[in-house]
């Protein structure tokens, strides 16, 4: 789906624009000149591009990219007038390098990657991503996608599920849980987010429950993960992505826990090693107290940011 926007103004008190994470950062350091070009590789309902569509200017464009067809709607109508054009993107951010050459773009100014989950999914039970809501087993970003939690959670194998939970949720806990797992949906197919839930709680010592985390997190981020491929996404994108950037141009990456984080660290220095990147600052930037406490989601956000030699 690719769709230029008219100019009606570019309302930055919509209410349906959540407040995006490390937003000041982002403005400071994402430098975009009048009239050029940003691809936001995750646009959410557009918060980061709105606020970067100021530097852009009326003359700018934004090429944004999200897996979810609702979040796009509730976009289109937030970037409504923020920049000439504005096209939006229905697909995967990995596919960054084919939608430019469709696009007949060769070279852009700004890319930024958002790495966390919107509000607007976590808090849609039907999505099933979050720990706090009942719903469905589902975890696609994509919801055209073929493969939901409920179809890994049921189908595969003890060894295969201690995989997944080691490698993609850093899970002490990994073969406990994955073993309850198989045993409990021998009795009947595990459907739910609150099922899932119970199941990890089931097997964790007392001590373990208390931590400052719900104790299922890293389960279901590593559900959510496995189903939407993103490890491999993102390192697809950081690689084809530094190719799409002008000299100079920057490209942004906020995540938001350390697998991503590490493999978002160890790329951006692989390729300042390489001479085709500066590291605009060595350690990721974290939020400051006062978004903190106004957005406690954005706490565990790390922002890196590299300019192209």
């Known amino acids: 789906m690719t769709l230029a926007l008219e100019q009606t103004g570019c309302d930055m008190g919509s209410k349906d624009l959540h407040v995006p994470v490390m937003y000041a950062e982002v403005e400071q350091y994402l430098v975009l000149p009048v009239g050029g070009c940003l ?13 970067l569509a100021k530097q ?19 976009a289109e109508q937030n970037l409504s007038g923020c920049v000439e054009r504005c096209d939006l993107i229905h697909d995967n ?7 430019l050459n469709n696009l007949g773009v060769k070279q852009v100014d700004g890319i930024l990657v958002d790495l966390g989950i919107s509000s607007f999914q976590l808090d849609d039970p039907q999505r099933g991503f979050s720990l706090k809501t009942d719903g469905p087993l589902d975890m696609r970003m994509n919801q055209e996608g073929p493969l939901s939690a409920y179809d890994l959670v049921n189908s595969l194998t003890e060894k295969e599920i201690v995989k997944i939970l080691r490698e993609y949720g850093e899970e002490r806990f990994a073969g406990r849980i994955a073993r309850r797992i198989v045993d409990r ?11 899932l839930r119970k199941i990890v709680l089931s097997v964790l010592p007392s001590g373990y429950r208390r931590q400052k985390i719900h104790p299922a997190t890293r389960t279901f981020q590593a559900f959510r993960i496995a189903v939407n491929r993103e490890l491999d996404a993102l390192e ?13 141009g920057r490209m942004g990456v906020i995540a938001f826990h ?21 590291l605009v600052f060595k350690k990721p930037l974290r939020p400051e107290e006062d978004e903190i406490r106004e957005n406690p989601r ?7 940011v590299v300019e192209k030699i």
């Not at 951010?93 to 939608?99: A, C, L």
């Not at 951006?268 to 390489?274: G, P, Q, T, V």
């Open 185 to 195: 949906r021998e009795e009947s197919p595990i459907e739910t987010t609150k099922e």
């Open 258 to 278: 350390s697998l991503e984080d590490r493999i978002v660290k160890h790329k951006f220095r692989a390729l300042a090693k390489e001479k085709k990147v500066e």
């Open 56 to 74: 852009l200017g009326k003359t700018g464009r934004i090429i944004g990219f999200d897996n979810d067809a609702e979040a796009l709607k509730i």
């Open 93 to 99: 951010f990995r596919n960054i390098e084919k939608v």
């Open 298 to 304: 954005a706490r565990s956000a790390r922002f890196r």
């Open 39 to 51: 691809v936001d590789c995750t646009l959410g309902m557009g918060g980061h591009s709105q606020l």
């Open 236 to 248: 697809v994108v950081l690689t084809k992505g530094i190719d799409c950037l002008k000299p100079g």
